[in-house]
């Protein structure tokens, strides 16, 4: 199996005036291709500076991280945003859809940066929305679309670049437990399909649809254990539970 | 990202905030349409003077009287009446020069039957129509031995036949009409050259300048004598001979300076030109003033843009886009906005100088050039004033972009 994550003491320290907050106080940890981890600690623990810097949005103050077995320390701002560009599917807890902007430009904006050919790119995008279930809303904008199918325009954005790691950081957060139950499906396939992916998430039972849950407190990581009674998401059952 | 993506997205963005957009522009549409305008009327005005100085003659010099002083005090010139149709005879016997028209002018009563008017009237030699690169419509002009015998021939412009005869048409060629009380036979209508600023130049009579001197004007002196040189090289040479033919005939010693002044056509259009000049630096003053102007309303829009738009940039930057690709895009908005607001300027600036051509009569000429300069200049404006908000967004730092409440 790769690692497609290996982190060696990373610490963040965060400085405002002259306080420091240490937000991650040397975390190690490694996740091999194809993992499905879930995320949870308590708030402040560190769990979204943690993804931040997986996602190559922020820096570690110390510590060696590898993606994909790159050091990541050691590239630039623009090198960074390569790396976001090519290697990583974001999915954010408020979605971060450009508003005023069709559900398909969203998703074709990662190809743009790509430098993808306008054409490749339109079918690239069709096919992640339809791959999410939306391949009827191509042309809304984010505020004519419900917040789970925001949500599921944040991840087909995620997609469509082919990431090696797909990061979410509360996705479900701001769902109800049935749309929460669609997205987790499309998750799940993702991850049968060879994805790996890291979430976070507050509520239990969403990290039992995951196979692995890291804990962190203090930030640190407290214990990482796989799911023992993993659940599973099917769509009858989000029927059911609505 | 390719580059008209950049075009596409900043397009949106400017149509988005469509009043703020134009009232950013605006500064710049005003400061280019005013350029434009003011440079046409110039040039329609130094275009109207040329045409008036080159009207004049060809290869012309004109020789009038020297300027009286009082100590160091000129007295202007003409003050002197020092030329004479004797200098005007003697000056055409330079092998340099062509042609020779002495000019006296002065007012004169025409009248016709029951109808009376008032013109200038001018006196002067056979060689007019060669001089003065001009011709007669109908008829003929006097020849030298009615010049010589002082011949009651006139020689009327157009304007003076639609007043005396009823319509510019009509055929005055063997009337007489009297010219201060006195009879004189039309022999021929000036061909018509349209009026130049406050001159009409067809509102004129002409006669034998022996005739005006004896009969109308009286006394001895000429105003003006206007000499053509046989070709344009030889205008020096006879620039040189007529000021050593007065010279002598004048009696002038070494020491003294010229009683009479020589000016060529070149001398006249190249005083013109220099007002002109000035005028075009004056204009090229407040154009680059006004776009400084539009540019800092550009700069200033854009720094709220970039602020407004945080959230945009970090999630722009956090799928992946580079430095260079938020810096591009701020960069081509700003120079959108400022390019829109150059070609509405022109645009605006054309529609001006029509208006103004047709409300105030007044000669205008819309050349490329400046329109030219307006465009770039109002890019270059986008870009300058461009750049700072540009870099500024492209340095957020993706996730502090991201977290932009
Ligand atoms: N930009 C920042 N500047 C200063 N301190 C920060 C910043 N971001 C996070 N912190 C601090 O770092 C610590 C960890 O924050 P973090 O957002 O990672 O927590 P979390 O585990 O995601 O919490 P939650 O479950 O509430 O989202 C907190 O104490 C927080 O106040
Ligand atoms: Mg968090």
């Known amino acids: 199996m790769k690692t497609v994550i290996a982190m060696e003491n990373v610490t963040k320290i965060y400085r405002i005036g002259d306080q420091e907050i240490q937000a991650l106080r040397g975390v190690n940890l490694a996740i091999e291709e194809g993992d499905f981890v879930a995320i949870m600690g308590p708030s402040g623990s560190g769990k979204s500076t943690m993804m931040n810097v997986i996602g190559c949005l922020d820096k570690p103050t110390s510590g060696e991280f590898y993606l994909d077995g790159h050091p990541v320390s050691e590239a630039d701002d623009d090198e960074l945003a390569i790396i976001r560009n090519r290697k990583i599917g974001f999915v954010f807890q408020n979605f971060n859809l450009l508003p005023r902007t069709s559900a398909v430009e969203n998703v074709e904006l990662p190809l743009l940066y790509a430098g993808v050919p306008a054409k490749e790119r339109r079918e690239r995008a069709i096919q992640a929305l339809e791959s999410v279930g939306l391949g009827d809303r191509l042309a809304n904008k984010p505020n004519e679309l419900s917040g789970g199918q925001q949500q599921r325009v944040s991840i087909a954005r995620a997609l469509v670049n082919h990431p090696v790691l797909l990061l979410a950081d509360e996705p479900t957060g701001a769902l109800d437990t049935k749309t929460s139950m669609e997205i987790m499906h499309i998750f799940q396939q993702l991850n049968e399909a060879g994805k790996t992916i890291i979430l976070v998430t507050h509520e239990p039972d969403i990290a039992e649809y995951a196979k692995r849950i890291v804990r962190f407190r203090d930030g640190q990581v407290v214990s990482n254990e796989l799911v023992t009674a993993r659940r599973w998401a099917t769509l009858q059952e989000a029927e059911v539970m609505a | ?405």
Not at chain 2, 188 to 210: A, C, E, F, R, Y
Not at chain 2, 220 to 245: C, P
Not at chain 2, 327 to 350: H, K, N, W
């Open chain 2, 1 to 405: 990202m390719n580059f008209w993506e950049s075009v596409r997205v900043s397009l949106r963005s400017i149509q988005t905030n469509k009043l703020r957009s134009f009232l950013t522009m605006l500064g710049i549409i005003i400061g280019v349409s005013a350029v434009i305008a003011m440079v046409a009327i110039g040039e329609g005005a130094s275009a109207n003077v040329a045409s008036q100085i080159n009207g004049l003659g060809s290869n012309l010099l004109i020789v009038s009287p020297g300027q009286a002083r009082q100590g160091q005090i000129s007295l202007g010139a003409g003050s002197l009446n020092t030329l004479t149709l004797a200098d005007a005879e003697a000056i055409a016997q330079n092998e340099s020069v062509a042609g020779v028209a002495p000019s006296i002018n002065g007012r004169a009563q025409l009248v016709w039957r029951n109808k009376n008017y008032s013109t200038s009237l001018e006196g002067t030699s056979e060689s007019y129509l060669q001089v003065r690169n001009t011709d007669v419509q109908q008829g003929r002009f006097f020849n030298h031995l009615e010049v010589k015998e002082r011949a009651n021939v006139a020689v009327v412009g157009t304007e003076v036949v639609s007043n005396l005869f009823g319509d510019a048409g009509a055929n005055p060629v063997g009337q007489t009409i009297q010219i201060n009380k006195i009879p004189f036979e039309i022999i021929g209508v000036l061909q018509s050259k349209g009026s130049s600023g406050m001159t009409n130049n067809d509102d004129k009579v002409i006669i034998p300048v022996t005739t005006a001197m004896d009969r109308i004007t009286g006394g001895k002196n000429v105003g003006t004598i206007y000499v053509s040189a046989v070709s344009a090289e030889q205008m020096a040479l006879a620039q040189a001979d007529v000021q050593a033919t007065l010279r002598a005939r004048h009696h002038l010693k070494p020491k003294d300076s010229d009683d009479f002044q020589i000016r060529s056509q070149t001398d006249i259009l190249s005083t013109a030109q220099s007002v002109t000049s000035v005028m075009t630096a004056l204009l090229s003053g407040i154009a680059a003033i006004s776009l400084v102007v539009g540019g800092i309303g550009i700069m200033n829009i854009m720094l709220v843009s970039v602020t407004e738009r945080t959230r945009e940039i970090g999630i722009r930057k956090a799928i992946g886009a580079t430095r260079w690709d938020i810096q591009r895009q701020f960069l081509i908005e700003s120079v959108t906005l400022s390019l829109l607001g150059g070609i509405a300027g022109i645009l605006v600036g054309i529609g001006g100088v029509l208006l103004i051509g047709k409300l105030a009569g007044l000669p205008t000429s819309i050349s490329l050039p400046p329109m030219l300069y307006a465009f770039l200049s109002s890019m270059l404006v986008g870009v300058i004033f461009g750049v700072y908000p540009a870099r500024k967004a492209s340095q957020l730092k993706p996730i502090d972009a991201l977290r932009y409440e």
